[in-house]
């Protein structure tokens, strides 16, 4: 069996769960909207920037193949598409990252990075590029039909699905590589146990996401610590959603 089975049977309890999240049907029932889908890309800016500083480090094992390097700028991505949205937002509060985001970058900052392999940052890591690469395929039809109701206009330089758009080959040099991967017992035990660490830190994120949509309050803050580390400037507002799929079965 590869890697890439054996993560989908050792997750695919978590992966449910994550479907069943209110804030997540949306995408599945075609009903979110141009604001939430901005705050929830909002939320993993700052997860894939803690995440792409420890790939980037030297020490950093397993080494991400270069044919795949696309997949170590995941933050461009996103904030191209978000870059697409602003103009049709106007609230202030679309620019806060929710305390269970903070939480979750806290622990991906506390990693350490090992000369040996980096089993928990390389897991996380597995947690979100999977997911944009599967499930994330998804939420690229939910979002394309969000924009035309929105009457978003679609650029070249701003197609707005940056985020779930990746080269041709990436998806099937990366997942060759990582059922070819040589992984002792030990390491695929932890790898697996911190994925779903990975998965449920999602849960939270997303039903503060939910509350903050369906609170008939006008500010986010009843919902979202509001000191001042959380507020972020335009450029650091952006971020990808999560829709982890059964097709990681495939493998």
């Known amino acids: 069996m590869g890697l890439l089975s054996s993560i989908h049977l050792a997750t695919k309890e978590r992966h449910q769960a994550l479907h069943e999240q209110p804030f997540i049907k949306k995408y599945q029932d075609n009903t979110i909207t141009l604001l939430e889908h901005y705050r929830h890309l909002s939320q993993l800016l700052p997860i894939y920037e803690a995440l792409e500083k420890k790939l980037h480090d030297g020490g950093f094992e397993p080494r991400i193949p270069v044919g795949v390097n696309e997949l170590l700028s995941r933050s461009l991505k996103i904030k191209n598409d978000l870059s697409c949205m602003l103009p049709y937002l106007n609230i202030v ?30 897991a ?28 978003v206009e679609l650029t070249s330089l701003y197609p707005g699905i940056s985020f779930y758009t990746f080269n041709p080959n990436t998806f099937k040099d990366f997942t060759h590589w990582l059922n070819e991967l040589k992984l002792a017992e030990k390491e695929k035990f932890t790898l697996i146990n911190c994925m779903n660490d990975g998965l449920s830190r999602h849960a939270p994120i ?21 000191n001042k580390g959380i507020i972020l400037g335009v450029s650091a507002v952006l971020a990808g959603g999560v829709l982890c799929t059964n097709h990681y079965k495939r493998g």
Do not use: C, W
């Open 124 to 151: 996380h890591f597995l947690v979100r590029v999977l997911g944009d690469m599967f499930g994330g395929q998804k939420i690229k039809e939910s979002v394309l039909k969000l924009y035309k109701r929105s009457e």
């Open 93 to 122: 509060d679309k620019e806060i990252v929710s305390s269970a985001t903070q939480r979750y970058v806290k622990k991906i900052e506390a990693m350490k990075v090992s000369d040996e392999k980096s089993i928990e940052i390389f």
């Open 206 to 226: 997303f039903e503060e996401l939910e509350r903050a949509n369906t609170s008939k309050t006008p500010s986010l803050y009843s919902f979202f610590n509001a």
